[in-house]
């Protein structure tokens, strides 16, 4: 659905986007994480056809950037952070205007529009002026707007800036919800717990370049190293030496909690709880060490700031 190459764009002596190469496919979402002024929206106007590339090229829904933008901004919904909503109009009336400046027919524009007010509970509030909603309300309707003709790409900047927790909520569920095997979505935010949460892929962009993509759990591996687990004991740890299977390592001990450097869980853990039983040592608990995609952000900033 989207897919580039070398993508760039200059402005006078400053590369705001400088050789960016991914894909994202149909039922995907990727998040792209970075600093403000790492390239993000660039990178959205860029895909949208509303900047012409410098070098390099990008197709979206099929279609060329820079030889086909019509056919490319008729196939993206986006939702920038300052979504420019009329405050004098309606819910019903503004999604009605951008039906028609999509060029929808009256009834399947009337269709659609009931559609997607009932899909993001906005049915009760079509009526009144946009001034008089509230943030999700609007970050809604922003969407539905995003919506309207159906696109099968949606790039959205920042989804979430600036709202309130319950707001924010409402909004990424109805994100999560519209993931399908027919549309592809790019995110762009800052917000990194909900890019853990919605996106299958990430890239880190910095000063226009990518930095490192996967998904969570390869960047995990690759920035963070193995997996870490953790084994709450009743009662006294074995006495003298122990010998723990191959791939695992002990790393730290506090109180009843044992922490363990596995290289591979499937092979490992197995093991490892049958020599603790075999020792017997009372296992209450056994988990993963929680490590987040903010711990592999810092860790990827580090990385580059070092090099």
């Known amino acids: 659905m989207i897919q580039t190459e070398d993508l760039s764009k200059q402005f006078g002596d400053f590369w705001a986007v400088d050789g960016l190469s991914f894909e994202v496919h149909p039922g995907q979402i990727l998040a792209l994480l970075g600093q403000n002024g790492a390239g993000k929206t660039t990178t959205v106007r860029l895909l949208t056809a509303v900047l012409a590339p410098s070098r390099g090229w990008a197709q979206v829904a099929g279609y060329d950037v820079r030889k086909q933008a019509d056919k490319v901004r008729a196939s993206v919904g986006v939702l920038t ?176 909690v044992r922490r363990f450097r596995v290289e591979d869980a499937n092979q490992s853990n197995p093991l490892l709880l049958q020599a603790l039983v075999s020792q017997h040592v009372q296992v209450v608990a056994m988990q993963e060490a929680p490590r987040s995609l903010e711990q592999v952000y810092l860790a990827a900033m580090s990385q580059v700031r070092r090099e």
């Open 81 to 256: 952070e300052q979504h420019g909503l009329y405050l004098r109009m309606s819910g019903a009336e503004y999604l009605d205007f951008f039906g028609q400046i999509y060029r929808l027919n009256g009834s399947a524009r009337r269709a659609r529009i009931a559609a997607l007010l009932e899909y993001f509970d906005l049915t009760g509030v079509a009526g009144q002026n946009i001034g008089a909603y509230s943030k999700g309300m609007r970050q809604k309707l922003a969407l539905a707007r995003a919506l309207i003709h159906e696109p099968p790409v949606l790039l959205l900047d920042e989804p979430t800036s600036a709202m309130d927790p319950e707001s924010a909520r409402l909004v990424r569920d109805s994100i999560a919800s519209l993931r399908s095997e027919n549309r592809t979505i790019l995110i762009c935010t800052h917000n990194l717990a909900e890019a853990e949460l919605l996106a299958d892929q990430i890239a880190i962009i910095y000063r226009g370049k990518i930095l490192i993509s996967g998904t969570v759990e390869e960047l995990k591996r690759r920035l963070l190293g193995p997996a870490e687990y953790e084994v709450r004991i009743r009662g006294a740890w074995p006495p003298g030496s122990f010998r723990l299977p191959v791939g695992v390592t002990l790393i730290g001990e506090v109180d009843s």
